[in-house]
Structures are given as C-alpha cells and as structure tokens.
C-alpha cells in the first residue's frame, strides 16, 4: 500500500527528532555549521533507512566546514580551488542537495524525489562546482580516458574481448563469442570504467512505498573513466569513495591496490614487497593522512602512491617540493606499462588517437621505433624527471637517486630487447602462417607473446622503478618467466614447422 503524504511527513519528522540536533546544525571546526533545509530533509529521512551513508557523510570534511571559511584558509591549506562558488553554496554545509542537485539540465539521471529535483550520480563536472583546477588536471589524464582508450582502440578491445568472452568447441576449433556487458563490467571495464546511460525510470517498493528511480545502464559502476549521464567522464569517487571523500583513503595505498595489482600492473604488489613498503607497513599507524600540505619527514617517512604521483608536498620549513595534481601521469616521464613496449610518456590522455609508423594503434611499432609525434620529447621528458627526482631527494643522496633511475633506464632497455626477441618470434609465426593474427591473442603462441609484455615485462619495471622487490623481478613474474617465456615460443613454433614440412 503506498503511503500518503501525511503518512510520508510523519516519517520524516519523527526521522528529524531521532535524528536531534545533530541534524539540523552540525558541530564544526569553527562552530554550528548550518545545513540546508534541502539537505535536512535528505538527512532526516536517510538517517532511518540508509544510516551508514549520513553517518559516513557526518564524518567528512563536507559536512564540518563551509566553503566561505574553507576560502580563507591560506594558499597551501586549500582543499578547494575554485575562484566563482555560488553564492547559495557559499555558507552552508556541502550536503546531500548540495552535490546531488548540480548541473540539472545536463543529467540524463536527474528525477524528482521527495519534491526535489536531484541527480542520481555525482560526476566530476559537479566536483567541479568546488574543486575546479583537479577537475580540469583529471580530465586531461590517462585515468579520465581509461574507458575510452579500452573500448577505442582495436587491439586493446581485441585483448580485452579475448581475455573476457565465452567459447565454445566447434569441430575441434575453440570458437569465440562477445563477452556480455556484464561480464566487461566486472572484468578491464571494472576499473577502466563503462558507459552509464538513463534508460527511463522504473518503479521500486521501498519500505516508504512505491517511488520511481531512473533506470541506469551499467550502473552501480567504480570505473575511474566512466562515461557519465552528464557527458562527463571519470569518477572521483573511485579514489575518494562517496559520502566521507576522504583525503586518507585517497593517500594510503590500498585505494590504488584495487585495480594496480598483478600480474598486469603490480604496482601494490610490488610496493608491499619494497623497502618503502616495509616502512609504511610497520609506521603508518604513527602517520598524518588528513593534513594539507603533506610534509615530508613530519607526517609521514615513507612514500606512498599518492607521495610520488599527485600529492602537495612540502619540507617542514614551508617550501613546496612538488605541487599537486590529479592528472598522475602528469610527474612520469616513461610509461612503464607497455603494448608492446615501454615507451615515452604520451602527450595526451586519450592514446586511442595513436597511430604508429606500422598503422597500428600503438605508441611503438613492433620493430621498436616510438609514434614519437604522440610522445613527450626529451625535454620534457628530463623535466618530469627532475620533479620526480626532487621529491627522492629529501630522503635520499643526489648519488643514491641518480644511482636509482640509472639502473631503472637499463631495466627499461633489457626488458623492450627481451620484449623484441619475443616479438620477432611471433612475427615468423605469422609471417610462415603457423599461426593466424587475424586475432593476435587467441592462439597459445600469441597468449605466449602477450605475457611477455603484458605480464613479466611490466613487472619488472615496476619493481626496477619502486625501489627494491628484486625477488618479484627475478622470479614471481619476472626475468625467470621471461626466459621460459621464449623457450616456450620458439619451441613451439619449431614443433609447428616440422609438422608443416611434412605436411608438404
């Protein structure tokens, strides 16, 4: 039975008397602070029957500071970057109504609920209201792409599909078949992120009756290149998970382990294994992660992801080591993960508009020579690395960091000469038509050559770059796998001329 608006009033002030005063004015860092009569309404009645969310939000930095105070605060102190906030956000809590009821006309999944008008979901071009020069750097980055360079790029759809489709056996052939939308979602797309689109609404029965919703595509979605129903893409809260947006979650390495992991991207795995790793393991119970700037030797002894890749540091003294930024490849100069080889970094976020010499949609043709046009020159490529350089210093030796990236470079070359050797060995496979690249990673051989790459070779540069797991660089997906990796390809491909020449 649908409840009545009388009976829905009820609800809500009994949800506002339970609730207290908590409500209505929360304890902040300079006093009351006041919420919006929209944003009480939301609390009142989320506070009974999604209680883990308000409490998550009355936890946050959103709920306990204004954005007119957060403006005072001096230039380093900033956790906001916006010049022009509206003058109705200004001076309440950033609440529920606040972040929900953003950029209206531009949601496909705004709908009325509860007498407002709201978005179902919170999209960066709505983080944008507050924090508009992060907005901008994460638009530009590899991450606010990562579903478009997936799903644009032939080869990388053509991995992705085969890693993720069903098959079945059809006259002794293993015979593919598209992966469902589903099965994308929780596989590449899980963390590249997938298209979310607005079907509709559809009705649900809730304990207060009957409400519509829209009904949304691949939806509930972490993905941090999400395409969103604003036409936005990425997802801030796949690093600083909605409602408590915390800056702690976002700078302990666990946010980045969920999707930068083995045997693909083992950045976590390899962190874990290193000195640096060790450190943070046994002291980060001793560390600050909430303060902005992060200080160097002050809040924390070790790095972190977020230390190296994006965050404000500065010395104890004051003076600014590296400014922050959400673009996170922005401070790279090499692209460790490679297809097929390590490379410089690209120039753009969206790689899917790279072309190679060979016609490929790759940063490296298979001989080894780089889409240089699409890459950062040397240059800036010695820029980046000064800057990432410089963050090593106040910890280590000029020596010692110099002694680092050397040793890095080497890895880098062996890695892409071991990656051609195995290159070379499938390109006379398909050149001798043992093998078909029609589909370059559906036959054993081609899944041979793609771990080449894809797994040993990005693992141990990840491990070369991040300060010691020599282990993981030598035999847990590393220069052992490597070396049984080509053994492997070239007996193969012996065994398949010999049948082939007497078959003739």
């Known amino acids: 039975m649908k409840p009545t608006t009388a009976v829905l009033l009820f609800l809500i002030v009994c949800a506002l008397i339970a609730a207290g005063d908590e409500v209505l004015a929360i304890e902040g860092q300079t006093g009351e602070v006041p919420l919006s009569a929209e944003t009480q309404a939301c609390v009142s009645c989320h506070m009974l029957y999604t209680p883990g969310i308000v409490h998550d939000w009355l936890k946050s930095r959103h709920s306990k500071t204004i954005p007119s105070e957060a403006a005072k605060k001096p230039a380093l102190e900033k956790r906001m970057s916006a010049e022009d906030i509206p003058e109705n956000l200004l001076r309440r809590a950033v609440g529920c109504y606040e972040c929900h009821s953003l950029n209206l006309d531009a949601h496909t999944d705004s709908f009325s609920h509860m007498g407002y008008r709201i978005n179902v979901i919170v999209s960066p071009n709505d983080c944008k209201t507050c924090h508009a020069v992060e907005a901008q750097q994460f ?26 489709g069903m098959r079945k056996v059809e006259n002794h052939h293993l015979i593919a078949e598209q992966p469902s939308a589903a099965t994308l979602h929780e596989t590449c797309f899980g963390c590249h992120g997938t298209k979310v689109e607005t079907k509709g609404l559809k009705t649900l ?131 460790l993960f490679g297809l097929i080889y390590s490379h410089p970094q690209p120039k753009s976020g969206n790689t899917s508009i790279i072309k190679n010499k060979d016609g490929l949609p790759l940063p490296v043709t298979f001989a080894g ?19 990432m350089s410089g963050i090593c210093k106040n910890c280590h030796s000029s020596t010692w960091v110099s002694s680092h990236f050397a040793k890095l470079d080497s890895t880098i070359r062996e890695t892409n000469a071991m ?3 195995a290159t070379n060995l499938m390109a006379r496979a398909w050149q001798d038509n043992i093998e078909d690249n029609a589909n370059p990673f559906d036959e054993s051989i081609e899944q041979l050559w793609a771990s080449q790459w894809l797994f040993y070779g990005n693992s141990i540069r990840y491990a070369s770059a991040m300060t010691g797991a020599p282990d993981y660089a030598t035999f847990k997906n590393g220069w052992w796998n490597l070396n049984v990796n080509l053994q492997q390809m070239k007996n193969w491909i012996d065994i398949k001329e010999e049948v082939q020449e007497k078959d003739r």
């Open 139 to 164: 638009a530009g980055s590899k991450k606010a792409y990562a579903y478009q360079n997936l799903a644009g790029n032939p080869v990388y759809w053509a991995l992705v599909s085969t890693v993720s």
């Open 205 to 335: 029965t809730t304990r207060l009756g009957e409400i519509q919703v829209p009904d949304l595509s691949n939806w509930p979605n972490q993905g941090v290149g999400r395409l969103n129903p604003d036409g936005s893409t990425g997802a801030c809260t796949a690093c600083h998970p909605r409602h408590g947006f915390s800056i702690e979650v976002a700078r302990k390495p666990y946010s980045c382990s969920q999707c930068h992991l083995e045997p693909d991207v083992p950045a976590w795995n390899v962190y874990r294994e290193s000195k640096h790793g060790n450190i943070y393991s046994s002291k980060y119970q001793q560390w600050n992660f909430d303060v902005v700037p992060w200080v160097i030797g002050r809040d924390f002894t070790a790095p972190t992801c977020a230390t190296c890749h994006n965050s404000l540091l500065t010395s104890p003294e004051g003076t600014v080591i590296v400014e922050r930024t959400h673009d996170f490849g922005a401070r790279l100069w090499v692209r």
């Open 369 to 387: 020579e780089p889409a240089t046009e699409y890459l950062i020159d040397t240059p800036e490529q010695s820029k980046r690395m000064a800057t």
């Open 419 to 421: 990656t051609a050797v």
